[in-house]
């Protein structure tokens, strides 16, 4: 019996003993990851680099752009401590499966993206850039400011001016797991609208790697240049190692301000927030306004531009307002001057937009009956056709300062029932064809008008040539009157002395009396 107790006692003590062993290790694990500040352990106070030469340093000992194995070793360690800070250190390795296997919880609204991201030890830095505008600017950045507040957020810094234009730049800083739930409720502030808006995730875990493994080498580096110090006695060689350690210090710390800052941008996100005052000229509104003719409504939209119908028919009239700018318009109005005719005289097809309101890209269509009659149109002679003109009125919702105006045109004309024309249509139609004879004759003569020049030179040119030619023609027929006078003279002279001859012949003259 008293052997058993022994036993029983031994045992007892040797599984308090195990116990408390147990206790121990997992309280010193959790002494690691209870330190959100530094996530990742850069182990300077653990690492040492064998120094072959303690008395004057060494370009080779001093090198901190490639950390050794014992900086690797010393990274590794600080990966997995990061792991740990996040909630994830190794407890199987201490028989702690029940704790491996819970999985933490977070709220419903986080999403699930950024948590996975975290707990798988990356690094990233979010930030967005945000343009919003509002008709109150002060009274928007107080809203604001309250809904960063509620969202778990932080102001930064805070920029405001009221000249030229009232303008605030709010710089918010938030955790990455409320980040996208603060834009989502900055971009809900009433009387804010959204300009622009553009995100960014940018994972720097290797840049935050070769920082640590940078770090941990400075560290290194100067405390080996710290313990030659200590032993040097030579004059020349504490002024060198003193200024050497000043400058790897000097480098240590830029290191480590460098190493903060992206720490800080990975813990606290950035969004900066640009609050400007509402431009009414910004959404640019306008409108489009087209009309159409048709014998039926099915015809009419769209339909015709010109139209010519019977004495005793009918034809529908259709008015298109279409909205193409980027601002709501309402208020609308529609008259046609031509026939006295009101909006509320038109008949509002069944669409998406009504006269109440009509959004961007939407299209009003309005329908009305024009009843002839012996080729009237309400009390309007169209016999010989006229203008249907149609004016739309609408206000844009972003101003009531500014109307938008629109029109257009078509043509219409309807028969006469007497199919004998009048004294009226008679002259009419004579007082046409003569207009449109002295039109062709006012065509022709513009036409010839550059050439009247070269005409009249044609004509003088022609002229002088008959003039010449008959002066030449006059004066060869004197000349050939003169030679047939001279030929006759000469013949009669030829005449007269044959006869002369003979007359001689017959009677000779008388012997002289001395013969």
């Known amino acids: 019996m008293s052997r058993r107790i022994f036993a029983l006692l031994i045992a007892s003590i040797l599984l308090l003993a195990s116990c408390g062993d147990s206790d121990s290790d997992s309280g010193s694990s959790d002494e690691t990851s209870a330190s959100p500040e530094s996530p990742v352990d850069t182990g300077s106070d653990e690492t040492t680099v064998a120094d072959p030469d303690p008395g004057v340093s060494t370009d080779d000992d001093m090198a901190d752009d490639s950390p050794d194995d014992a900086s690797r070793d010393s990274l590794e360690s600080g990966a997995g401590e990061n792991a740990n800070f996040f909630g994830l250190d190794d407890r199987e390795?201490?028989?702690?499966?029940?704790?491996?296997q819970e999985e933490p919880e977070f709220p419903e609204d986080r999403p699930s993206a950024d948590v996975t991201a975290l707990f798988v030890g990356r690094q990233i830095i979010k930030t967005a850039d945000i343009v919003v505008e509002a008709n109150d600017v002060r009274a928007t950045t107080n809203d604001v400011v309250d809904t960063v507040?509620?969202?778990?957020?932080?102001?930064?810094?805070?920029?405001?001016?009221?000249?030229?234009?009232?303008?605030?730049?709010?710089?918010?800083?938030v955790p990455p797991l409320d980040f996208d739930r603060l834009i989502a409720a900055i971009t809900r502030v009433?009387?804010?609208?959204?300009?622009?808006?553009?995100?960014?995730?940018d994972d720097v875990t290797e840049v935050v790697v070769d920082l640590d493994a940078r770090i941990t080498a400075a560290e290194s580096a100067?405390?080996?240049?710290?313990?030659?110090?200590?032993?040097?006695?030579?004059?020349?060689?504490?002024?060198q190692l003193e200024e050497e350690l000043a400058t790897r210090q000097a480098n240590l710390e830029r290191l480590r301000g460098s190493r903060k800052t992206i720490g800080d941008q990975v813990a606290l996100s950035t969004i900066t927030l640009t609050i400007i005052e509402l431009d009414p000229d910004r959404l640019q509104p306008e409108m489009e306004v087209v009309a159409w003719l048709g014998d039926n409504d099915d015809e009419a939209c769209p339909g015709t531009s010109d139209l010519r119908i019977g004495a005793d028919e009918t034809a529908v009239l259709c008015v298109s307002v279409s909205n193409t700018g980027e601002d709501t318009l309402t208020e609308v109005t529609v008259e046609s001057p031509t026939f006295r005719l009101r909006v509320d005289d038109f008949t509002v097809v069944e669409g998406v937009a009504s006269l109440d309101e009509i959004k961007p890209g939407d299209d009003l269509l309005l329908t009305i009956e024009l009843e002839a009659d012996?080729?009237?149109?309400?009390?309007?002679?169209?016999?010989?056709?006229?203008?249907?003109?149609?004016?739309?009125?609408?206000?844009?919702?972003?101003?009531?300062?500014i109307e938008?105006?629109?029109?257009?045109?078509?043509?219409?004309?309807?028969d006469v029932d007497d199919p004998l024309p009048g004294f009226g249509d008679s002259f009419s139609s004579g007082w046409g064809a003569m207009i449109a004879v002295v039109s062709i004759l006012m065509i022709v003569l513009g036409v010839l008008l550059p050439f009247i020049p070269i005409i009249i030179l044609a004509v003088w040119l022609g002229r002088k040539v008959l003039v010449r030619q008959r002066e030449r023609a006059t004066e060869r027929a004197?000349?050939?009157e003169a030679y047939v006078a001279s030929q006759n003279r000469a013949?009669?002279?030829?005449?007269?002395?044959?006869?002369?001859?003979?007359?001689?012949?017959?009677?000779?003259?008388?012997?002289?009396?001395?013969?």
Do not use: C
Request: hydrophobic letters at 40%; charged letters at 20%; a negative charge.
């Open 93 to 100: 390795d201490e028989g702690d499966a029940d704790f491996a």
């Open 149 to 173: 507040f509620e969202n778990g957020g932080a102001i930064w810094a805070q920029e405001s001016q009221s000249e030229p234009t009232p303008r605030t730049v709010l710089t918010i800083r």
């Open 190 to 201: 009433p009387g804010l609208g959204v300009v622009s808006e553009s995100t960014t995730s």
């Open 222 to 239: 100067v405390q080996r240049i710290q313990d030659r110090l200590d032993e040097a006695r030579d004059l020349n060689t504490i002024f």
């Open 374 to 401: 012996g080729g009237f149109i309400n009390r309007v002679d169209a016999s010989e056709g006229i203008n249907i003109g149609v004016e739309v009125v609408a206000t844009p919702v972003s101003t009531e300062t």
């Open 404 to 414: 938008l105006t629109g029109g257009d045109s078509v043509f219409i004309s309807a």
């Open 478 to 480: 004197a000349y050939v």
């Open 491 to 515: 013949q009669a002279q030829a005449a007269a002395q044959a006869q002369a001859a003979a007359r001689a012949a017959q009677n000779p003259p008388p012997p002289p009396e001395d013969a």
